[in-house]
């Protein structure tokens, strides 16, 4: 009896320990933030998937299942969670890009016993490759995007999501044997790159990875020279909401790697050789982003330049949690962290810079008679000065005996004219006179009046300060 | 003053402008984490910064023609409109700088590295642009609205390049914003002095008394001259001048004075042509234009 009821507990342990594990295969991602609206209403939206470990969608989550918090300068900080909404509608597509693994041993068959098989048929590359087609196909969304990235030692083949498959197809195509040289398989370098990539790319984002999941690296492979592994190229798609579904194209020896880096990322694992659940795939993908939830939360107002958006996610089997970064500069940065009371000295200063330019008047405001000789125009314009002080009088031409002497005229010639003190007053005479535009003989310069010789004018100014008191009178 | 000077004025005023106003955003930036909203956080960096700029830019028209009335009204004036031009400076530069940022995080790290700093100059630049053309705002010209468009533009690009030059230097320094904020002021002044000079098709230069020398560029689309502080132009230390009875009417390059003398002859009102002898009371201008339309 005892025996039966160990063996019946055991039994129930089994099971829930079965349960308990299944649930903590769940896997939750934020596959996207959505930030536009939070100068406006300081509002967040993230876009969460929680997937089982089949990468299906799990449903009927509720709000309180949820908590949502963020990275401020004091830590995390829990937000207000302001809205709650399941199976959101997204529109705009999914962009898949296929990454393919094009090592030597894709050339191999499916076992991995017939290396250097010239029939096609075998390979697995082929098998691949017609996954690849049949998936196409399903992608029958037109705004859906499907890209391509191959890889070896390196990657080659780059091409972002595109609408158009007969690009997608033309490429796949292009897919050669590699050299010798070249059969290395960086598994997991390709995988970090093709998530880089990825991350340029609006919108929803998966990938499906076609390999057999033998990373073989080359050994300081210059293609690589920082390398990641498969833990950090996890933790990358699921900073940036890409979920990784895996095809394994060996009959052996891959779904361990394959199968944890889908599990993890919230993909799936198929078997390449199991082409009636390979059929469903497409389907899968579409829908877990048709299963997403949308919280719409408050933001915190801490500092820098990026922000930590974390959810938690709790079941009665255990909390689960992610996060992912949002941009959320501001225009002056980051404040001081200590507040210096000698910033404030900056005020008095410039109130200092705009009373001393207050000051200086740009005034002349004591000034005795005197000519001012404005030779040539615009930016070649000089400018001369000349005191008549206790002069009687001054002759001006562009003859070395005058009082004042113009040079480099040659619209002068022999004219010359003179200024002389007569009655309080000053005049001018010359055979050839202008004043203010006007020809004269002989007049009394008021002050401001300008006398053309060639292109030159000689400016009269009897002095500031004092008002001639005749003012406009001509002569 | 002649024209250079005007833009070593303005350009000085500007830093003046710069550095008042980088205090005031220490103060509001050191309790960001305090503020309910991103929204209220840059409301409040408006309006500080938007309010000193504005205020010091209003006086400098004031100060230059040395008339304390001028500067009060210019200054109080210059204030309000600021504000505005502060709160709309600072909404639509943390917009666009979300928006791209937002978009550059979602790209490669070899374009962040140039897209990121670029994208921060760029709010700071809208920023200026916004502080820049309250100052046309305030002067009700179209002419120094454009001005202030142009300079405040350019001013916070270079002013937003120094801080985010500064910042790869030494990232903890404070002084960076104040380099930011004093050549932001400083390109918003020379700028706006600048353009003054480029737009202005015409000036006058004062030829006699206290402002002798000076040049006054004629952009906008209607010049009063005269002793009031209301006129354009105020001259003092002048006998006979009327409050703001001449002035000088810009239309299709063609520019028209009225109330004045012309070549020592009494005019209702007359085209001017470039070497034209103007006088208003006893001060005497000369009329100068660079492209006379025929």
Known sequence: MGKRLFLFFSAMLIVFAGIWSVSAEDSIRISQVDSRTLLINQQVKAYISVTDRDGRPVPGLGRNSFSMSESSDS?????????????????????????????????????????????????????????VLSLLKDMKNPNDRAGLLSFNVKTQLAVRPTKNRVEVERDLAQIKKPSEEEAYTELYEALYEAIDLLKTVRGRKVIILLSDGQNFPLENNPSFPERHGMDQAIDFALHEGISVYTLGLSGRADRKNLGSIARETGGAYFSVYDPKRLSSLYFLIHEQVMGEYLITYRATMGTGEKRLAHVEYASSEGVLSTERYYYSGTLLGMPQERFDLMILLAIPLAAAVMILLGALKFEKKKGVPSLIVYRGTGKRRRVQLLTIGDRDSVTISAREDADLTITGDSGIGGNEVKIEKKDGGYRVSGSNLTVNNRQARSRVLKSGDSITLGSTSVVFDEGSGKSTGKSSKRT | MSLAMRIFFFGLTGLAAGAAAWPFSEIVLFFQAKFASLLAFNSVLGVSIGFVMGGVFGMSEGVLNSSGKKTVNGGLAGLMVGIAGGIAGFFIGQAALLYIGTRLFNSTSAFQTYGFPLSRALGWALFGTCIGAAEGVRSRSFAKLRNGLVGGFLGGLVGGLLVEFLRILSPVSMYARLGGFALLGVGIGIFYGLVENRLAGALLRVLNGR??????????????????????????GYGSIAGAQTGITKQKGTYTVTGAWVNDEKVGKKTLHDGDIIRAGDAQFQFIQKKEKR
């Open chain 2, 211 to 236: 402002q002798r020398g000076s040049e006054i560029p004629l952009t906008q689309k209607h010049t009063t001259i005269g002793s009031s502080t209301t006129a354009d132009v105020t001259l003092h």
């Open chain 1, 75 to 131: 830590g995390m900080v829990g937000c207000e969670i302001l809205s709650f909404q399941e199976s959101v509608n997204i529109s705009g597509g999914i962009n898949i890009l296929f990454v393919i693994d094009n090592s030597g041993s894709m050339y191999w068959d499916s076992s991995g016993r017939v290396k250097n098989s010239p029939d096609e048929k075998i390979w697995r590359i082929t098998f691949a490759k017609d996954a």
